[in-house]
């Protein structure tokens, strides 16, 4: 099999992208990883976290690819649900509309079946991330139970640049730390 996987971020990724790296996962062949999040905001955040992804993958010697950065076409995905709760419609609705580019990327470049991350944040749910999709993808999404204890060794190891949200301006919370971004007036484009 030819996974394609998606990616939100490197301290996300790390222990998937060695495990496939490793050839850990029965039945991958080949694999690439996706970085497509159109959803995180503000752009200089977006910046942070592909500059993070692509040192990880080249460490590794990784082949990975870059989706197109349209935050707009985002936020017309997730219109209406701007007030909803993290783990909520918006988040369904927005792994919905990541996985379906996922599915017309991986046609379009020979690749037959898609995983992805997004679960292993402990802003998200496993659950609703599979149940996205497999309502996307059908068949062609693979998930997968990546080995945490892998992920925490990486990324303590690895000093990943690590955020405090998930990644959209609605998920933003208190900054924990005085010196991140996220303290910011952070103002949604509506």
């Known amino acids: 099999m030819k996974l394609v ?26 694999f690439i990883v996706l970085f497509f999040n159109p959803n995180i905001f503000p752009a200089a955040e977006y910046d942070k976290r592909l500059a993070e992804q692509i040192r990880y993958c080249e460490k590794l010697g990784v082949k990975y690819a870059i989706g197109e950065y349209d935050h707009a076409a985002w936020r017309d995905a997730v219109r209406g649900m701007e007030d909803a709760p993290e783990r909520g419609p918006r988040c369904s609705a ?23 991350v997004f679960g292993v944040s402990r802003h998200k749910s496993q659950h609703q991330v599979d149940d996205a999709g497999t309502a996307s993808l059908g068949a062609q999404y693979i998930p997968v139970k990546w080995n945490e204890e892998l992920r925490q060794q990486i990324g303590q190891s690895a000093n990943f640049y690590r955020q405090n949200y998930c990644g959209c301006e609605f998920s933003i919370r208190p900054a924990r730390d005085k010196n991140t971004a996220h303290n910011q007036k952070i103002i949604p484009i509506r």
Request: aromatic share 12%; with cysteine; hydrophobic share 40%.
């Open 5 to 30: 996987l998606m990616s939100c971020c490197a301290p996300c990724s790390a222990g998937a992208i060695k495990e496939l790296a490793d050839g850990e996962i029965p039945g991958v062949d080949d």
């Open 94 to 116: 927005c792994f919905k509309f990541r996985f379906e580019y996922a599915r017309r990327w991986a046609a379009e470049h020979g690749y037959d079946a898609v995983s992805s």
